[in-house]
């Protein structure tokens, strides 16, 4: 799955992106193949959560827009673990 180029407004202290904690999700043993770019605009920070071992993975926040900072942050695995 891709995301390109998207945009995510917020006002409330939350992940602007998460892969929940479903049963089924913690059966299927993470995610996988997930790729993006976000802008975010949350007064709280640009947050988000990839769950436990995800694999192929490659989230990029290229703006985080709040009351304190902007920054870019980029998460990216091939065997679910590792932070650049």
Known sequence: MRFERCSVADD???DFFSTGSSASHR???GLAD??????VANPFGCTYSLGANPV???VQV???INSSST???RWRSESGKGRE
């Open 71 to 73: 920054s870019v942050r």
């Open 12 to 14: 409330r202290l939350r």
């Open 34 to 39: 997930i790729h993006g770019s976000f802008t």
């Open 56 to 58: 192929g993975v490659d």
């Open 62 to 64: 290229v703006s985080c």
């Open 27 to 29: 059966n299927r043993g």
